[in-house]
């Protein structure tokens, strides 16, 4: 019988407060940036956490709170989205095997070109 993992349970009380911690940093620092740098400010940040995650910055845009206009957030919140996919596509062409690659630019290429144009005409 195969031994289960050491790991931490991703749903023990410790995890989860963690992770509201992370959260609560996230939305503090996105609402202290769109007031001192407004929309210049909105795209920086979505870059920084589309490089780990586009779950806080979701939330932190779509808080009642974050008085964002609608069509702002949404672009600020693809362009967090393609950063997030632009990354992890350079991950799979850094360490990947070449019939990796190409199912990698196939699938995450085309609608990474989309969400740029989208971000531009939009």
Same mark, same amino acid.
């Not at 609402?31 to 210049?40: A, L, M, Q």
């Not at 990698?104 to 085309?110: E, K, P, R």
């Given at each position: 019988?195969?031994?289960?993992?050491?790991?931490?349970?991703?749903?023990?009380?410790?995890?989860?407060?963690?992770?509201?911690?992370?959260?609560?940093?996230?939305?503090?620092?996105?609402?202290? &940036?769109?007031?001192?740098?407004?929309?210049?400010?909105?795209?920086?940040? +979505?870059?920084?956490?589309?490089?780990?995650? &586009?779950?806080?910055?979701?939330?932190?845009?779509?808080?009642?709170?974050?008085? &964002?206009? +609608?069509?702002? +957030? +949404?672009?600020?919140?693809?362009?967090?989205?393609?950063?997030?996919?632009?990354?992890?596509?350079?991950?799979?062409?850094?360490?990947?095997?070449?019939?990796?690659?190409?199912?990698?630019? &196939?699938?995450?290429?085309?609608?990474?070109?989309?969400?740029?144009?989208?971000?531009?005409?939009?």
């Amino acid at each position: 019988m195969a031994q289960p993992e050491s790991g931490t349970n991703p749903l023990n009380l410790s995890s989860a407060l963690k992770m509201a911690i992370a959260f609560q940093v996230a939305l503090s620092l996105m609402e202290i &940036v769109r007031r001192e740098f407004g929309s210049i400010g909105l795209y920086a940040s +979505a870059g920084v956490l589309g490089l780990t995650d &586009v779950d806080a910055l979701t939330v932190s845009l779509s808080t009642p709170s974050a008085q &964002v206009p +609608a069509d702002l +957030a +949404a672009r600020v919140l693809a362009f967090g989205i393609l950063i997030n996919t632009v990354l992890k596509m350079g991950v799979a062409m850094g360490i990947g095997r070449f019939d990796f690659r190409r199912m990698v630019t &196939v699938a995450l290429g085309g609608p990474a070109l989309a969400s740029g144009a989208g971000i531009l005409l939009f």
